[in-house]
């Protein structure tokens, strides 16, 4: 009886796993379709320029994404740097250090900062966040080390591939966060017995969890990359918005979505420049497929390990 209750189950739900499935490759068809015309014209190219000349003359049309594949990968690169040691210190207090009565208020926190729409941080960002780096962050270091490459730009307003990475990591970060603490939290109670039991201090206990849970950690940035490099509108208020390729911090830049959401409005009015938001879209919607998957895969190999 319970084989045939599982079958049922598995009939009923089958439909769901089809539709997604369905959905997933007409997304996927429908960027692509989109995206021809601008791959027959540009070809790759699309992909490696860096020129958006929008002409009502199709002639004269000229576009390239390369500044905004380069911004987008850069300024998730900084958010995730900036996330990672937050969240794994934020999830290792929750789990081994807060009081039992603060323990649950701290995750609702995370949770709902995690839940929170982006244009509150966007805004937060724009008239808080930027001033506040570019004052006390982004000028001294320019006065003092402009000499190094990534210091080199002068900070004339603030918004830049640095100001758009530190509001992604603290975007990231509860995200991040919420998947590492589950995993800290879901090491056997034995194991913290063992490690203390050997004469290791805290420090030490800790530092071999988090060994444990390596996989977890890694998945868990993996997964707030690719949640990082899909955001639209906060990053759109505080990167500048520039066509520009720098390795400086300092520099203006953009993102994909941020170019997308800025120019589509108006895509219509030029032949050649819509097939190539949509390439653009492809070239996200690729990214952040692969990103995911990769982390999704580490994250069932670690759970697979625990339970053998």
């Not at 540009?42 to 576009?63: C, H, M, R």
């Not at 100001?163 to 995993?183: C, D, H």
């Not at 952040?288 to 580490?298: A, D, K």
């Amino acid at each position: 009886m319970k084989i045939k209750r599982l079958d049922m189950f598995q009939i009923i739900t089958l439909p769901a796993v089809i539709f997604v499935f369905l959905l997933f490759i007409l997304m996927l068809s429908v960027y692509f379709y989109n995206a021809l015309p601008a791959f027959f014209r540009e070809g790759l190219d699309v992909y490696f320029k860096n020129t958006w000349q929008a002409s009502e003359i199709p002639s004269k049309e000229y576009y390239g994404l390369a500044a905004a594949i380069w911004g987008t990968v850069y300024s998730s690169i900084i958010g995730v740097l900036i996330a990672l040691p937050i969240s794994v210190a934020y999830s290792i207090f929750v789990i081994d250090y807060a009081p039992k009565k603060l323990k649950n208020i701290f995750i609702i926190i995370s949770d709902m900062m995690a839940g929170l729409p982006t244009i509150i941080y966007g805004i937060w960002g724009a008239f808080i966040l930027v001033p506040f780096l570019q004052k006390y962050i982004m000028i001294p270091l320019y006065k003092n080390l402009s000499f190094i490459p990534i210091f080199s730009y002068p900070p004339t307003t603030g918004y830049s591939y640095f100001s758009a990475g530190v509001l992604l990591g603290i975007m990231i970060t509860p995200f991040a966060s919420a998947i590492i603490r589950e995993a800290y939290q879901m090491v056997p109670f034995t194991y913290r017995e063992a490690a203390i039991s050997l004469g290791l201090t805290r420090y030490e206990a800790t530092k071999i969890l988090l060994g444990y849970i390596k996989p977890a950690i890694v998945s868990g940035m993996i997964l707030a990359f690719g949640r990082a490099v899909g955001e639209t509108v906060a990053v759109s208020l505080v990167i500048g918005n520039s066509f520009n390729m720098s390795v400086s911090l300092f520099a203006p830049g953009y993102t994909i979505s941020s170019l997308i959401a800025n120019q589509f409005g108006n895509a219509y009015i030029y032949r050649h420049m819509l097939p190539v938001l949509y390439a653009g879209g492809l070239a996200l919607f690729i990214i952040g497929l692969i990103v995911n998957v990769i982390g999704i895969y580490l994250l069932m190999r670690w759970q697979k390990n625990v339970r053998i």
